[in-house]
């Protein structure tokens, strides 16, 4: 089976395909965090979530923060996984898995990757509720150097 | 000509993913500003630009056969 690394993906996100590839004879640890539909936000209900993405730019972005990842952190590898479309209550979102030859390190690894995806990744999430529905996103100012800059 | 793509709220308030300007050339400022007066309500005060797949400044110039997205406030995750 083809497997890419750092992919947006339509279909139910099968985590143990990310475990198994970041998983090697020098890792002594593997982190996999997933992010998880959740039903209740500030006391209103979401019924399901959508999921939008610009799928080249958000592969790419997921591609160059597993790149700071192995920067920061050598001996990392890493691999990420982002569903877009419709996705019901407890349905895994985001997939992020991290090996290295140590536990530290995978668990730093795997926060920094999830905090750098709320950053920079393209992908966009619309939560319907029973009385309306509305796009999430924070505001902010146009960056004076890049969004990705740190 | 210039490829602009339109995404999550965006493509809801175009009613559009894409479509293309005829231009040889403009800022990203200017391509907010057209957008702004284009169509109401688009807040391109809180949008980004990416060109070519890449976050773009305010000063960068945007050339004929460059593909833009406008980016409103990241949500994945």
Known sequence: MEMKPFEIVE???????????????????????????REWTHGVKTLYLSYEAYIPMAEKKMAEIGAEMEAKWPGVRVAIAHRIGELQISDIAVVIAVSSPHRKAAYDANEYAIDRIKEVVPIWKKEIWEDGEEWIGAQKKYPEKGVEQK | MIKVNYFARLRELTGKGEESLERESMTVAELLDWAEETYPGFGADNVQVAVNEEYALKDDVIKSGDVCAFIPPVSGG
């Open chain 1, 11 to 37: 279909t139910p996100i099968d985590v143990q395909k990310y475990m198994d590839y970041v998983l090697h004879p020098s890792a002594g640890a593997v982190t996999v965090f997933t992010g998880n539909v």
